[in-house]
């Protein structure tokens, strides 16, 4: 039922975090998925974006981000 896209199984990268050297790349999963916890803390919900219709405004070019997000946000609480 869930896939992980190749950037989290080549590079741990749970979020698409990018440095200015490109996509980032973590040791194990465990790191990757802080990593973008903690980016996540700092960076969205510090600043009040705290739902996927607030985070897409600052995280996505693509203005219907958040529908996909809510999407399997509901799959998961459905598991």
């Known amino acids: 039922k869930w896939t992980c ?3 989290v199984r080549n590079n741990n990268n749970v979020g ?3 440095s ?3 996509y980032m790349k973590f040791a194990t999963l465990e790191l990757g998925i802080e990593a973008f916890i903690n980016n996540l803390a700092k960076n ?3 600043k009040g974006l705290n ?3 607030l985070i897409n405004k600052k ?3 693509n203005k219907e981000w958040y529908k996909s997000i809510n999407y399997y946000i509901n ?3 459905a598991s």
Request: charged share 20%; aromatic share 14%.
């Open 75 to 77: 799959l998961i609480k």
């Open 51 to 53: 739902t996927p219709e």
């Open 20 to 22: 200015s050297k490109g």
């Open 44 to 46: 969205y919900y510090a």
């Open 59 to 61: 995280y996505a070019t």
């Open 5 to 7: 896209s190749a950037l």
């Open 16 to 18: 698409g975090m990018r």
